[in-house]
T-cell receptor, first 118, second 118 residues
Framework: DTGVSQNPRHKITKRGQNVTFRCDPI?????LYWYRQTLGQGPEFLTY????????KSRLLSDRFSAERPKGSFSTLEIQRTEQGDSAMYLC????????????????FGPGTRLTVL | AQSVAQPEDQVKVAEGNPLTVKCTYS??????LFWYVQYPNRGLQFLLK??????LVKGSYGFEAEFNKSQTSFHLKKPSALVSDSALYFC????????????????FGKGTKLSVIP
């Protein structure tokens, strides 16, 4: 399967614990995005990377959230001191930049990691 | 700021009938517009996009969408609905940037649940 993969698919944690999610984008894609989706809502943008550089962060990304993409390939999203309001589906997407690509601007999404904070 | 409105939480159609899922948007400048579909416990799947050119865009699974700049709309359509089309549909927008800089985040609507009745 050459799509975007995310691990774990489900995570249950207690309030106050730290959690880390991983995203593996489509191999040739240089842009990687994180979104959060809560029940009954559309995905909300959190942050995006071009290669290893984090170029944009939403105001939704509080100080407890940190994302990395150390080698420009996979990415991790860490949430410290989780709160019940962090319960959501965390979606990763990737895309290829460049006018030569027929998939210009199109983001491909992974299956998501569902976080439940008790 | 950019935004998307999907005025209908749910659309019900009979199998074989045409379907329309409505979307209006607000963005500074010209838009890139997208439709995604989400099946239960799965990530978002890309259906189609409008970048430039012909206002009628054709996509996957027989879906099409019509871009109307004056009405700032991008309604999703299909001539003959299938039961397997039942899912959650999201419209998304991103502003075009001519300099290459700026935001690449997608802004999504809240989604419309499509139910196709046999």
């Amino acid at each position: 399967d050459t799509g975007v993969s995310q691990n774990p698919r489900h995570k249950i944690t207690k309030r106050g614990q730290n959690v880390t999610f991983r995203c593996d984008p489509i191999s040739e894609h240089n842009r990687l995005y994180w979104y959060r989706q809560t029940l009954g809502q559309g995905p909300e943008f959190l942050t995006y990377f071009q290669n290893e550089a984090q170029l944009e962060k939403s105001r939704l990304l509080s100080d407890r959230f940190s994302a990395e993409r150390p080698k420009g390939s996979f990415s991790t999203l860490e949430i410290q001191r989780t709160e019940q309001g962090d319960s959501a589906m965390y979606l990763c997407a990737s895309s290829l930049s460049g006018l030569a690509s027929s998939s210009y601007n199109e983001q491909f999404f992974g299956p998501g990691t569902r976080l439940t904070v008790l | 700021a950019q935004s998307v409105a999907q005025p209908e939480d749910q659309v019900k159609v009979a199998e074989g009938n045409p379907l329309t899922v409505k979307c209006t948007y607000s963005v500074s400048g010209n838009p890139y517009l997208f439709w995604y579909v989400q099946y239960p416990n799965r990530g978002l799947q890309f259906l189609l996009k409008y970048i430039t050119g012909d206002n009628l865009v054709k996509g996957s699974y027989g879906f099409e969408a019509e871009f109307n700049k004056s009405q700032t709309s991008f309604h999703l359509k299909k001539p003959s609905a299938l039961v397997s089309d039942s899912a959650l549909y999201f419209c998304a927008v991103r502003a075009q940037t001519y300099s290459g800089a700026g935001s690449y985040q997608l802004t999504f609507g809240k989604g419309t649940k499509l139910s196709v009745i046999p």
